[in-house]
């Protein structure tokens, strides 16, 4: 085609262009060669006319694509909705497609005077095909807009009750929202970059409201005629359905937000009824459906938070319901129980299993016992009688490798350690005894005493120092005979005697019927004296014994108090008569073969246990010294505040660090000179290698 004549003026130029752009809203085709000539009569005015720039050549466009689409407006306004909406969708898509071409005739414009004005800070200037969208929305979409989102919503709202509905349709007039925006970025290219503001606010947020009212009475008539779990397997069907629809036919970006809207209307506002089946659940130990629950919730907003608070409770809930015999069983049971689902539907994940131990030792310190005796410690302690009675049971009677287990899985690995190291001395002695009855056999040793012995681990076993008494001849000689025997057995290993827990057996020869008497070491040596005479002094018995004074005198109103022996007067812890005489009780009766004595003063077992609790402190203050110079020597500098956070983080899965007790355990390193104060910043501590 000829090129025609420069147009030089604006009616020449848009006298030119009208014929080529009515032809093209027309939705008539136009041939590349007419395309090129409308872009060559733009080019040419703008090159020729450097003063005006293509301004009022724009001005021009927006006119003729107002009035267009105002007078396209004015002829359908009176269509019936169906009709409206078919008429919207058919003219958006053809609008479209004209305004593309259109843009691209127009695009010198916009490489020079629109980008110019642009770059002049001009917000209310873009290209053509953007311009054309603004036009759009502010002539046709704003006059049919609420009918249109009416039908569309409607007809979603009829797919969620199972209609079968023209899902490109709704697509359509959800793209004619979406690509309205893109005029904000005056841009085709940018779509990552679109502002969804037309969408979000004539759409979307309906949307999403109606989504909400719907699924909130779908939930709630749900609920009345059918059980939990089967509204939380429901749960994940609707999430599917929904998801699908958005990929379907929504913008992208709404998936976000119509799943956090399900998850508030679903999940969250059901969370008490969701709760309460949990609980249920796990009484009745139901892992597969219990796991669907905890799954459903973790899925929501903050969902991690509230499934560890659920959990938290029901695991705290599983112990208040147990029978509370607080004894290692129902805790290892409660164990088991919760640990067996951790592991299955969280994949032993650290913060579920710190939930789980934080949860169990919470159980194990206050329960429906401990807040009736109103003391945590007696329930350790209760834990400790448990372990002692299961080692002085009979090996038939119970297995100490399955207990064991149990004590390691529920009180941890450090505590079992030492206990199985316990069990191992036990055992051993039993061997090293054998051993010494064949020593003596074979050395013709002959004493008439029956002798056996338990050698414990110091670094293992904790007693206090014994003291010293004098033994009888014939038991000393007994223990020097052992002595040699252990010496040469292990060289260079100390043995300590710990008479204050030991004792035996003595029978009786000076009453009618004989007796066999259980009694403590102290009592037997004391009653052995009354071989070599029927009457001795308090004096005379602290003598020959060397028991100190004050565990003398609670024996002797032991034994005084059985009627083994007598005593002239009542001795008094505090005010007594050291020549006062005790004598062997010739009268003694009683109808029982076997007497046990070793009743009348506070046993051995339960003077440790008062002292428990100071043990347990003393070994946690060296847990900490050491947790604490770890760590410094590590980073060799550090705030106190942030030493002694560091500190409890780490032992709080083992207990429960006390500030004060770390603030004093950092003092006493810095008197020892493993650590010391910044002299500028009183706050900062560092490691001295």
Not at 567 to 574: G, R, V
Request: with cysteine; net charge negative; glycine share 2%.
């Amino acid at each position: 085609m000829a090129r025609q004549e420069q147009c030089i003026t604006l009616d020449e130029v848009w006298g030119n262009l009208l014929d080529g752009i009515e032809q093209l809203f027309q939705f008539q085709t136009i041939r590349y060669s007419k395309w090129m000539l409308l872009y060559t009569y733009i080019f040419d005015y703008c090159t020729k006319n450097s003063d005006v720039k293509g301004a009022d050549l724009y001005e021009k466009l927006r006119d003729y694509l107002r009035n267009y689409l105002e007078n396209l407006c004015q002829s359908n306004t009176t269509l019936p909705d169906q009709e409206i909406l078919e008429f919207y969708t058919h003219q958006w898509k053809k609008y479209c497609i004209s305004c593309k071409i259109l843009h691209g005739i127009c695009s010198y414009i916009h490489r020079h005077y629109i980008k110019r004005a642009i770059n002049a800070g001009n917000t209310n200037i873009h290209e053509t095909y953007p311009m054309a969208m603004e036009m759009w929305q502010q002539v046709v979409f704003r006059l049919f807009y609420t009918k249109i989102i009416n039908f569309s919503l409607n007809l979603i709202k009829a797919e969620r009750n199972q209609e079968k509905i023209d899902t490109e349709t709704i697509h359509n007039i959800i793209q004619t929202y979406i690509t309205s925006s893109i005029n904000q970025h005056g841009s085709t290219s940018d779509t990552r970059s679109q502002i969804l503001d037309v969408y979000q606010e004539y759409f979307e947020d309906q949307f999403l409201q109606d989504t909400q009212e719907f699924y909130r009475q779908k939930a709630t008539i749900y609920l009345q005629r059918n059980s939990v779990m089967d509204y939380i397997s429901l749960i994940h069907q609707y999430f599917d359905e929904e998801v699908h629809r958005a990929v379907e036919y929504l913008h992208p970006s709404s998936v976000k937000n119509l799943t956090r809207k399900l998850e508030e209307v679903l999940i969250i506002e059901q969370l008490q009824s969701i709760d309460a089946e949990a609980k249920i659940l796990v009484h009745d130990e139901k892992i597969p459906e219990l796991n669907l629950v905890y799954q459903t919730v973790h899925r929501i907003e903050n969902g991690t938070d509230k499934l560890k608070n659920m959990i938290e409770n029901h695991i705290y809930q599983i112990g208040i319901e147990t029978d509370l015999k607080i004894y290692i069983e129902s805790i290892y049971n409660l164990h088991q129980k919760y640990l067996t689902f951790i592991q299955k539907a969280f994949d032993n994940h650290h913060e579920f299993i710190d939930i789980f131990n934080r949860t169990c030792r919470k159980f194990i310190n206050d329960n429906l016992f401990i807040q009736t005796i109103g003391n945590p410690i007696s329930m350790v302690k209760h834990l400790a009688h448990y372990c002692d009675k299961l080692l002085r049971k009979e090996k038939e009677e119970t297995n100490i490798e399955i207990a064991f287990h149990q004590i390691k899985t529920t009180c941890g690995f450090g505590f079992a350690y030492k206990m199985k190291q316990m069990c191992q001395d036990i055992e051993i002695s039993e061997t090293i005894l054998v051993k010494y009855n064949q020593y003596c056999e074979n050395q013709q040793v002959d004493h008439k005493i029956n002798f056996s012995v338990m050698i414990l681990n110091s670094n293992t076993w904790s007693f206090p120092t014994p003291s010293n008494i004098i033994l009888p001849n014939k038991l000393e000689t007994i223990l020097n005979n052992f002595n040699m025997f252990y010496k040469n057995l292990h060289n260079g290993r100390k043995l300590t005697w710990l008479h204050q827990h030991s004792k035996g057996e003595l029978q009786t020869f000076f009453t009618q019927k004989v007796h066999k008497l259980r009694v403590s070491t102290y009592q037997m040596v004391i009653l052995l004296l009354f071989n070599d005479s029927l009457e001795w002094t308090v004096e005379q018995i602290h003598d020959q014994t060397q028991i100190t004074i004050d565990l003398l005198i609670s024996i002797l109103n032991a034994l005084v108090q059985s009627k083994i022996l007598t005593c002239t007067q009542f001795l008094h812890p505090t005010n007594f008569d050291m020549n006062c005489k005790v004598k062997l009780s010739n009268d003694f009766k009683s109808d029982k073969y076997h007497i046990n004595l070793n009743t009348g003063i506070q046993s051995t077992e339960e003077k440790n246990m008062e002292t428990f609790q100071t043990k347990i402190d003393q070994d946690r203050i060296m847990i900490i010294r050491t947790t604490i110079v770890r760590t410094m020597k590590l980073h060799q500098t550090m705030l106190q505040n942030v030493l002694i956070q560091t500190v409890i983080e780490q032992l709080s899965s083992h207990f429960n660090p006390d500030i004060s007790t770390i603030k004093g355990c950092i003092n006493s390193l810095i008197t020892k000179e493993y650590l010391e104060i910044n002299s500028h910043n009183k706050d900062l501590l560092s490691y001295i290698a």
